[in-house]
């Protein structure tokens, strides 16, 4: 069988991300389209808006065949070791190749890019860490560095969001498995972060600012999504008594600010150069996440840094954890969230050839990774009321989703 | 100036304990009634339902002219600890006088107690120790063992619970500072515990229940409450939106046991024993936190063990923390919750003779004890609304109430 990898956050799985899935499929002729798909916690350090379960069942429903989990280790990262993870849980099923949406849409740019940048590697650095010094954000440092050395051009847009994520997937392929093809899909209408919901082809985040700000499903956020997403957005919903944002989990975030002393703060993953004393100050005055987040962040600390940092005091995720995992070459198991029965004979068939454990069982394994999983979980879940907070947070242990 | 001293919790400050005050002063012919009183969590690790300043405004209304913080170190603890923090707080204010409840009314079988104990220290405590081995309770095993050498008889029942702490003040007393007079007033009416509410001498438990089952005042509570104290209850409802039980807290408890690790669970002060473990998966199945509760508790973890052990677990108090004061002889400072111009000319009168430094601008002290009660404040605070909670947090760092 020929299959396909795409990297995905599903928050909510919408109609571009329903082009992506076939489209994709039709360019790498796969049988099997895989999906590796953030958890509770996503890249930009925010809650889903509904649990993994669900997401990966509108997923199933919608074209993708098996559904695995990146972990939190990898997922609540930025771009670089966020792709690492996915590439690796990916090469570990043994995809043929991978199809990633970009504004760009064409793979050899990439290919130029990766080698210019290798072939610069010392001067990029340098102007990087120049930047940083000047006090910029990495994400500035880094577009500073690419136009500096030439690699964003006028035809190839070095800094946008889809691009960045694309060369990531790029790097790690050529880095960790140079069997996987990569391929790319000129993403359609609307931007990334477009925030103004318009049609069929809208943003993740201009649905998901609908769906909030209505707290219900309005004509303008059904038309955007499959109707196998408003379903489960739906079902969500009747079963857990929300849908999940940040503005939840403040009272969580200020009381771990609050009780935790400097030196825990200290041992969380992504708290550096005294953050610490910067947010124990800053929940003292804080009435909302929002109010929270303008007062920490900074040019140098950008919204998505600080909202990533918050997610990891949220989990308890530690620096130490984190060292653990991030710079490995491998990942220690690969995790299903759901498949179809094209997905399940695909991994009957790969399963013996696999280097590492493949886990649909999770109350029968033990790795502390999963048990990183688990505290995400119950984080996740902390705001439903308290007769269903249990209730789902056993289903960490349950068996992947099947259609 | 002549001062008798008393030892408080006020949740909330009824006519029983105005009794208290009243005949207090009129037993000790004490010019100034100087109160030391719990915070924000009390001895039975309960939060209180009102905040430990409104408890301060209506002990001083209602004839009480000094109230002292019985600093959280020493207030959610076991008799022997809460009293000796008591004790030396009381102290270290040069009292003339301690005057407590007592079911039993008399202090010559608290002496004789007292004697008779120390006559048979190592017999007791090898009782003591064969009770706690059979499985016993601390408390049943400190009751068998009194038993067994003959302390508790007949006329005085020294298991009766205002018993047990009068005589932990009396030992407290004789170890520490024998220059304090030591009386006590017979308790009238009401039993400890008695959680059926009539007349006007009601017990604490008893008119905590009925308020918050009633979620407001009904007829029967306020009989049992002066009217400074209906006034203060009232006021703290508009400002904080509710009253405070353990009930509020449970999802923070949930989300902190699910998130910190056996190792961290154990760093808590009173998390012995392996109760770890026990704690980490009763919560797993908890939908309250009485089901929580039932879960956890044993025959030899009672519940106020417990209560403790999970008040110290949301407050974030570790051993370490404890092992630095506990044992200590002296309390490292004294604060001032409130006074009348009564208890600020004795402050006036004693300050120059103090031993330890006197607290009544905590923004400007700097001490790890004030810290732990920063962090206990914001705990408390915790449950209340988002645009709420940083006011009455910030007024820990503000001056003593004035009346």
């Keep these: 069988m020929n299959a396909c990898g795409i990297v995905v956050e599903y ?25 590796v798909m953030s958890g509770h916690f996503l890249q930009r350090g925010e809650p889903a808006i509904i649990d993994k379960w669900h997401r990966t069942k509108a997923a199933l429903q919608s074209g993708v065949d098996l ?3 990146l972990p939190y280790v990898y997922a609540v990262q930025h771009s670089d070791y966020f792709s690492k993870g996915a590439v690796l849980s990916l090469s570990a099923l043994g995809i ?7 504004e760009n849409g064409k ?119 499959p109707q196998e997403t408003i379903d489960q957005l739906t079902h969500y919903r009747e079963r857990a008594d929300l849908w999940h944002n940040w503005n939840l989990y403040f009272p969580l975030l200020h009381y ?25 100050q800053a929940i003292k005055t804080s009435v909302s996440f929002f109010d929270f987040m303008e007062k920490v962040k900074t040019k ?34 690969v995790r299903v969230l759901g498949m179809n029965q094209t997905g399940q004979d695909y991994l ?10 493949l886990i649909t069982q999770p109350q029968k394994a033990n790795h502390l990774m999963l048990d990183i999983e688990e505290r995400a979980s119950a984080a996740y879940y902390n705001p439903l009321p308290n007769d269903r907070r249990n209730n789902h947070y056993h289903r960490e242990f349950g068996a992947p989703v099947r259609i």
């Design 11 to 35: 928050n909510p799985f919408h109609n571009g991300h329903k082009y992506h899935v076939s489209k994709s499929r039709e360019q790498s002729g796969a049988d099997c389209m895989i999906a």
């Design 67 to 69: 559904v695995l989990e």
């Design 96 to 102: 043929d190749s991978l199809c990633f949406g970009s």
């Design 107 to 225: 793979i050899p740019p990439f290919m130029k890019a990766y080698d210019d940048l290798k072939e610069n590697k010392t001067s990029y650095e340098v102007k990087i860490r120049q930047a940083l010094d000047l006090g910029h954000s990495y994400p500035d440092a880094a577009r500073i560095a690419n136009e500096a050395i030439g690699i964003s051009t006028a035809s190839f847009d070095f800094s946008a969001p889809n691009n960045i994520l694309g060369f990531s997937y790029i790097k790690q392929i050529l880095t960790y498995d140079e069997s996987i093809k990569p391929l790319t899909i000129k993403r359609q209408e609307s931007e990334f972060h477009d925030e103004h919901l318009s049609g069929r082809m809208a943003s993740a985040t201009s649905i998901r600012k609908e769906i909030l700000k209505e707290d219900g499903l309005s004509e303008h956020a059904r038309q955007a999504l």
């Design 256 to 280: 771990k600010l609050s009780v935790s002393s400097l030196k825990e703060l200290h041992a969380i993953h992504g708290v550096d150069e005294g953050l610490e004393y910067r947010l124990k």
């Design 300 to 333: 140098r600390y950008t919204w998505t840094r600080i909202q990533r940092v918050c997610t990891h005091i949220l989990t308890n995720f530690t620096k130490v954890e984190a060292d653990l995992y991030l710079d490995q070459n491998t990942v220690p198991y």
């Design 348 to 357: 009957g068939q790969r399963k013996k050839k696999m280097d590492v454990p």
